[in-house]
């Protein structure tokens, strides 16, 4: 089962940390990257995308930023090891939530094998990239993000009684997100939450380039420096967050593309054309999906399971029933994925389709218990089949690997 352990983090002076943090490297535009920069000289953003300066390339220049500010007392390490709980409260389509859950140190495994469960597939790039700032900084900066079963309930509990006392640091982003953190060191609340994972897998929501980087990392490490898995180089910092939290939110990612040639024909041979409340029909399962082409809007659902089965062979039943496993692997299955343009909303992906002339796939939400599932089945969903909202933002807490 997954392993965990408090550790020693680096952070900023508590206090409001607004200025100070980012969002995660892979969704911060170029416009957005040169406003963090602008709030504060400290900012997370400085370490997470750097810039190169003369002849120091922008990875080494992280890791000198990165140890000057340790030297300086703009990040401090805290002298004992401790989990760091974690709220963030916002809106979602105008319902207020609260997310909650902690930071932790989780020891790495085989990507493909093991207690820690992916669910999406990853590129080569990012890998590539996230690896080089991890030789020059020798830190996670920031975490990947976790699931876990909390059958008895105990660590939502935990997280409710600590989140009625005063934080050790606050923060507000562009997003209108609320960040609180706390640190945990007392013995009984340490092995509370050491005792809730040790029989649990944890299930990757996001960050999977991160989590294989570490792992690379960490074999690499290892073997030139001869220490052993129970090195820090042999953990990465995760959040982690139960699956009955209530603030758990998951975003369809819609897809915009030309559509094949065969479109019109596939569609009658496979699919079921209806209309009406879209957003009532996709609480169904197999999933439907709306399609929308040339000022046309249909829902379409898979004919039969035997379309399914003949579709996506020897995939589980949790992968069969989602709407982006049915687009890839029947709509789409021809198409070069660069092609495609991913879009969050609704509207805009139509809006887009039209001024493009192309055709836009509304997909439905994958449910939090597709994710549990296929990834326990030892399978990956197509790219871009989760967005979970809010991100977990970079700079709340550092896990060093030193």
């Not at 760091?84 to 105008?94: M, R």
């Not at 369809?252 to 879209?278: A, M, W």
């Amino acid at each position: 089962m997954a392993i965990i352990k408090p550790f020693h983090g680096i952070r900023y002076k508590g206090g409001n940390i607004s200025k100070f943090i980012c969002p995660p490297y892979d969704v911060i535009s170029p416009k957005e990257k040169e406003l963090l920069k602008k709030r504060a000289a400290g900012n997370m953003v400085r370490l997470e995308l750097p810039d190169a300066k003369g002849a120091v390339n922008k990875y080494a220049m992280s890791g000198r930023i990165f140890n000057q500010w340790l030297a300086d007392g703009v990040l401090l390490e805290d002298k004992e090891p401790a989990y760091y709980f974690y709220e963030q409260k916002f809106t979602d389509h105008g319902r207020k939530m609260v997310r909650r859950g902690f930071f932790a140190a989780l020891k790495i495994e085989n990507p493909h094998a093991g207690a820690v469960k992916p669910h999406e597939k990853t590129l080569s790039k990012p890998k590539a990239d996230r690896l080089s700032l991890l030789r020059a900084v020798k830190a996670n900066l920031s975490p990947i993000f976790g699931l876990f079963n909390d059958k008895g309930g105990r660590l939502v509990a935990l997280g409710a009684k600590i989140a009625r006392t005063k934080p050790d640091a606050v923060a507000k982003d562009s997003d209108n997100v609320y960040h609180k953190l706390w640190k945990v060191s007392g013995a009984a609340e340490v092995k509370l939450v050491s005792l809730g994972l040790s029989k649990e897998n944890v299930f990757i929501a996001d960050g999977h380039h991160r989590y294989e980087t570490s792992w690379n990392y960490s074999l690499e490490a290892r073997k030139k420096s001869k220490c052993s898995s129970e090195c820090e180089c042999g953990f990465v910092m995760i959040f982690l967050c139960p699956m009955q939290d209530k603030g758990l939110s998951i975003w369809p990612t819609h897809r915009v593309v030309e559509p094949p040639s065969d479109f019109e024909s596939e569609l009658s041979k496979y699919f079921n054309i209806t209309q009406g409340n879209y957003s009532k029909l996709s609480r169904k399962s197999p999933q439907p999906l709306m399609v929308y082409y040339k000022g046309r809007s249909r829902i379409i659902s898979v004919k039969s399971r035997a379309v399914l089965d003949k579709a996506m062979p020897g995939k589980c039943r949790a992968y069969k029933e989602l709407g982006v496993s049915i687009l890839h692997s029947i709509l789409l299955k021809n198409i070069d994925p660069h092609t495609i343009t991913y879009v969050k909303d609704e509207k805009e992906a139509i809006a887009l389709a039209k001024k493009t002339n192309r055709m836009a796939v509304i997909v439905p939400a994958t449910p939090i218990e597709a994710i549990r599932d296929i990834a326990s089945a030892g399978q990956t969903m197509p790219q871009k089949s989760t967005y979970f909202y809010p991100k977990v933002g970079s700079g709340l807490v550092i896990h060093s690997v030193r």
